[in-house]
């Protein structure tokens, strides 16, 4: 059974650096095939894709916060981090880290999320 | 900045069939699969339909999904209270290189 759950600051300041971890289990990280996306929603707004990792290592980035973004595997803890720098109140929202079955595949199974507000 | 666009809204009354359209391009749907979801507020979405037409194990059959050209479509049959949340579609596209998603739709169940 694939699980994955979020976890990081529910408040941070304007300009700092966002660290987010997406721990899961029931599947394992260097299998090629698969993956983790993370996906935000600010509040009352639609979903929006933030980045990917496989288990090969392959990473993509949307355009809207490729300078922002990195993406990393720590393949021993079963976890992938998300870190976003130089936040803004509009980075704030509901992040979401959920399985892929490959770097094209839509997520599929999903954490609960985490909620991030930006405010000083 | 969604780069897919879908009403904001739709309503049925209980039992009848609703279909959400999905419109994308030739970068997006029109040459890669479509997936759809339902996402009841405050919780996480949920895979409804994938490449296109296909339901995971445990979905609804009253749940289908269809693709022509740039454009994708949802159709909910037998429409129940509990359908009553938000769809959201999403599909790769080749120029951002990234997943895309819909603007979203909320169906009322009148």
């Known amino acids: 059974q694939i699980t994955l759950k979020e976890s990081g600051p529910s408040l941070i300041k304007p300009t700092q650096t966002l660290t987010l971890t997406c721990s899961f289990s029931g599947f394992s990280l260097p299998s090629r095939e698969m993956g983790v996306s993370w996906i935000r929603q600010p509040p009352g707004k639609a979903l929006e894709w933030l980045a990917l990792?496989?288990?090969?290592?392959?990473?993509r980035y949307s355009p809207s916060v490729k300078n922002r973004v990195s993406i990393n595997k720590d393949t021993w803890r079963d976890q992938v981090v998300l870190t976003l720098t130089d936040v803004d109140p509009v980075d704030a929202g509901t992040y979401f880290c959920?399985?892929?079955?490959?770097?094209?595949?839509?997520?599929?199974?999903w954490g609960q999320g985490v909620l991030v507000t930006v405010s000083s | 900045q969604s780069v897919l666009s879908q009403p904001p809204s739709a309503s049925a009354t209980p039992g009848q069939r609703i279909t959400i359209s999905c419109s994308g391009s030739s970068s997006n749907i029109e040459i890669n699969s479509v997936s759809w979801y339902q996402q009841v507020p405050g919780t996480a979405p949920k895979l409804l339909i994938y490449n296109n037409s296909r339901r995971p194990s445990g979905v609804s059959d009253r749940f289908s999904g269809s693709k022509s050209g740039p454009s994708a479509s949802l159709a909910i049959s037998g429409l129940r209270s509990d359908d009553e949340t938000d769809y959201y579609c999403?599909?790769?596209?080749?120029?951002?290189?990234?997943?895309?998603f819909g603007t979203g739709t909320r169906v009322t169940v009148l």
């Open positions: 959920a399985h892929i079955g490959g770097l094209r595949e839509p997520p599929s199974l």
């Open positions: 990792i496989s288990g090969s290592d392959n990473k």
């Open positions: 999403a599909a790769w596209d080749d120029t951002l290189s990234a997943l895309v």
